[in-house]
């Protein structure tokens, strides 16, 4: 089962927005057990989206599609289908009707350039929406089974659970099953040599996804059953586990760095602040990016500049003086206040030099001290990373919550 996945926009040829849509479609079409044989991003020109569809349609068994559904001049998906279908658009008034309650239950009067929303082509298959105001539709080019969905990210998702997965997942003829382990610490080349001979071992495929400063492991499995795709899936990706160990991989699936170390200090009932100095927050903003970071985050102080570590971590002027704020004895004395004066069980401390400029032949760029504070104990570590300011600062934002990580397994 050959699945296309297109992505219509000129916002998205020109760089302006990140076009999430495609890694969250592909994803979720190899959750179902379909294969995703290309992905392709073109611009709103009428021309380009016809031939393209066409070129599409006789390829693949199916193609999911969004963008384009909107009330402007350039959103022009469903006149195109319709012009490669040699069909009308024809105006559906069931979605007329819904999409002016909707803007009205939002206190919004509908334009007239919102009806063309509710336009499709003749013997489409209405999506409805019920996350905005542009409708999907489904209809059969060449050969593919045609899915088009709204731009919107949120929209998209919903309507793509609702509708879009049902109508796919009986057509699946070969079972597949993936397992994604997510991983940091180690480069993708040290991965990927750990791992030698898991795919021949296992009849597995195995795929790597960078996200800096991660590494995702995909174990994808490919039986006649479902239940011998998961099973095989399975015993690789705990053969991937072992191998790279337990310091390295944190979790499987949709489960963030932060996430993961928050459940472990929740299982073990430990809360957790830091003080942040080259990192500027960033560690802050990594924990708190998704729900829940209250169980276990209590906050963190960015001690920026010298002042700000004497006056809200307690970090003496004459050790500032004597190594300078880049040391192992003002990193341990910023985690030892910060445990202190956030009332924690745990504080990570971070303090380096993450360039362009600052570095010395003694402490180059990239320097960064770290520590950890327990009642019972104070340890530090010392790293240089490569690369620019924002890769270095990342680095370092992972490294230390990585060591947090270690503490908490350790105690």
Request: hydrophobic share 45%; net charge negative.
């Amino acid at each position: 089962m050959s699945v296309a996945i297109l992505c219509i926009g000129t916002e998205l040829t020109r760089g302006e927005i990140v076009n999430t849509n495609a890694s969250w479609l592909a994803e979720s079409l190899v959750a179902l057990g379909l294969e995703v044989t290309a992905i392709e991003t073109i611009a709103d020109d009428r021309e380009i989206i016809a031939r393209t569809l066409g070129r599409l349609g006789a390829a693949h068994d199916a193609i999911v599609c969004t963008g384009g559904l909107g009330p402007t001049t350039d959103d022009i998906t469903s006149e195109c289908v319709a012009a490669v279908l040699g069909v009308p658009l024809e105006r559906d008034e069931t979605s007329l009707a819904e999409i002016r309650e909707r803007m009205s239950r939002f206190g919004r009067t509908m334009a007239a350039s919102n009806e063309k929303q509710a336009d499709f082509p003749r013997g489409a298959r209405v999506l409805p929406n019920r996350k905005g105001t542009a409708p999907g539709f489904s209809a059969k080019i060449a050969r593919a089974l045609s899915f088009f969905m709204p731009g919107v990210p949120r929209e998209m998702k919903t309507m793509f659970q609702e509708h879009v997965a049902p109508a796919l997942s009986p057509l699946v003829r070969d079972a597949l099953a993936q397992v994604r382990v997510k991983t940091f610490g180690l480069p993708e080349s040290s991965v990927n040599d750990r791992l030698a001979g898991i795919e021949q071992q296992y009849d597995v495929t195995l795929g790597y996804r960078a996200h800096f400063p991660e590494i995702e492991v995909k174990v994808l499995a490919r039986r006649d059953a479902p239940p011998d795709a998961r099973d095989a899936a399975r015993r690789a990706a705990d053969d991937v586990i072992a191998r790279l160990g337990p310091d390295v991989v944190y979790a499987e699936g949709d489960v963030t760095f932060a996430e993961a170390l928050g459940a472990l200090l929740v299982e073990r009932d430990l809360t957790l602040g830091v003080a942040e100095s080259c990192t500027g927050g960033l560690v802050g903003n990594i924990l708190t990016e998704r729900g829940g970071a209250s169980a276990f985050f209590l906050g963190g102080v960015v001690s920026y500049a010298n002042s700000v570590k004497t006056a809200a971590l307690g970090v003496a002027p004459e050790l500032l003086a004597r190594h300078g704020a880049v040391s192992a004895e003002v990193a341990r004395a910023m985690a030892d206040g910060a445990r202190r004066a956030l009332g924690v069980d745990i504080a990570l401390s971070i303090t380096g030099i993450a360039g362009p400029s600052g570095g010395s032949a003694d402490k180059p760029v990239g320097l960064v001290h770290f520590a950890v504070a327990t009642e019972r104990a104070l340890d530090d570590r010392q790293m240089v990373f490569p690369g620019s300011r924002e890769q270095v600062r990342r680095l370092a934002a992972f490294a230390g919550l990585s060591l947090v990580r270690a503490t908490v397994r350790g105690l």
